[in-house]
Nanobody, 128 residues
């Protein structure tokens, strides 16, 4: 069982930036693809982007493209979601998830089914 621990997030005004980090408690994630998702109250879980084992990213959401980026730490133990120019509509719980195949899925409306392990979620609230 792989346990993912998220940190970061919080409360911020429109236009601000936040970073959420995701680390696996037992071992590195260098061989895995890491997806980032979010879920707002009353809405379905939304795929944002994914970073594969080679560090290449796949965008899932036009709503965050160009504002959100994913990266891996040098030691491969942590994956970050950098969120810039935040908007009130970005308010949600944010989740990291692992695809043990190392490949970012694409072209399927049900992206969450490809990810094997999930973090506990980190709340982001954007409000003035």
């Amino acid at each position: 069982q792989l346990h993912l621990v998220e940190s970061g997030g919080g409360f911020i005004g429109p236009g601000g930036s936040l970073q959420i980090s995701c680390v696996a408690s037992e071992f590195t994630m260098e061989d895995y693809a890491i997806g980032w998702f979010r879920q707002a109250p009353g809405k379905e879980r939304e795929g944002l982007l994914c970073i594969n084992e080679y560090g290449r990213t796949t965008d899932y959401s036009d709503a965050v493209k160009g504002r959100f980026t994913a990266s891996r730490s040098v030691d491969k133990r942590t994956v970050h979601l950098q969120m810039n120019d935040l908007k009130p509509e970005d308010t949600a719980s944010y989740y990291c998830a692992v695809d043990v195949n190392g490949i970012c899925p694409y072209g399927d409306s049900d992206l969450p089914k490809y990810f094997n392990y999930w973090g506990q979620g980190s709340q982001v609230t954007v409000s003035s």
